[in-house]
């Protein structure tokens, strides 16, 4: 740059346009500098707010974070435990189950022997019953054979001694 420059009429013109305008807007601009100033004093109590919220809801996430891990070890904890209960619980029951049908296969068993006997029993009374019935009818049949041939060699006998 040359010295020329400055020296240019247009140049000193706007140089002093400029000088004019930066004294004729001198108070009002120390006005709106106040109010700048003003305004940037709000934002940055808003800023201390926001940081202020903001270091609080940090605060807030770590205790829920914290909260949840306990959760989540608690959960675990109770999984596991619920699990080993349900296998204590299949256990209890295939022992029950078991118990019940070895009570239900002695039970059934018992039951068999008691019929047994008893059918034995009945089957032995019908037995001796049909036995005697036929002994009977047998010893009856007897008695009659005997008593025609008391009679036949009792008349033979009575035809030879009349004879």
Not at 31 to 49: D, T
Not at 121 to 132: D, P
Not at 151 to 161: D, H, I, P, Y
Request: neutral net charge; hydrophobic residues 40%.
């Amino acid at each position: 740059m040359n010295i020329d420059h400055f020296l240019n009429p247009t140049f000193m013109v706007g140089v002093a346009f400029l000088l004019l305008c930066i004294m004729l807007a001198k108070p009002g601009w120390n006005m709106l500098i106040a109010k700048l100033e003003e305004h940037r004093q709000e934002v940055s109590l808003e800023f201390q707010k926001i940081d202020q919220i903001l270091k609080e809801a940090q605060d807030r996430l770590e205790y829920a974070e914290v909260i949840l891990e306990r959760f989540e070890t608690k959960k675990e904890s109770f999984l596991q435990h619920i699990e080993q209960h349900s296998i204590q619980l299949e256990k209890t029951f295939q022992k029950e189950l078991s118990n019940k049908e070895t009570w239900e296969n002695a039970r059934f068993h018992t039951q068999c022997d008691t019929l047994l006997k008893a059918w034995k029993k009945e089957a032995n009374q019908r037995f001796m019953k049909e036995l005697n019935i036929h002994l009977g009818t047998l010893l009856h049949q007897d008695m009659v054979r005997y008593a025609k041939l008391n009679n036949s060699v009792f008349s033979q006998f009575l035809k030879e001694r009349s004879s």
